[in-house]
């Protein structure tokens, strides 16, 4: 997922800027998660570490005309509302994810969205009988 548009950047952000937040996932028969973008694998109960530095998408402008899109760090792309992720990717499994180290938000279409350095997925809670 690219920002169509940039509202903040941190390239130092702080571990102890923490948060839940939002994410589309495939499942896999063998329990991972499976990246709609990217097709990076995650397991649950770990935290995870984004890779890299910057990135800057290519946007459509004027037809099919591609430009250079606005430059940001690299990481996680998370929504901020489960309302939005649903909107996004509703034949997704949505997720409740923790997130920390966010390194810039903005928007994906009319979706806010949170950049963070990493990403943890909770375990499924156990159903008791």
Avoid: Q
């Amino acid at each position: 997922m690219c920002l169509d548009a940039v509202t903040y950047t941190n390239s130092r952000p702080l571990k102890g800027d923490e948060r839940w937040a939002w994410k589309a996932f495939y499942v896999n028969e063998d329990g991972t998660l499976e990246s709609p973008y990217c097709g990076e694998l995650y397991r649950r109960g770990i935290w995870h570490e984004a890779n890299g530095e910057t990135v800057r998408c290519l946007t459509r402008h004027r037809r099919l005309v591609l430009v250079a899109g606005p430059e940001y760090p690299c990481g996680f792309h998370c929504f901020a509302t489960k309302r939005a992720a649903e909107s996004r990717f509703g034949d997704l499994e949505i997720m409740r994810v923790r997130i920390r180290m966010i390194c810039a938000t903005g928007r994906e279409g009319r979706f806010r969205v949170l950049v963070a350095k990493e990403m943890y997925i909770p375990k499924p809670k156990e159903i008791r009988a």
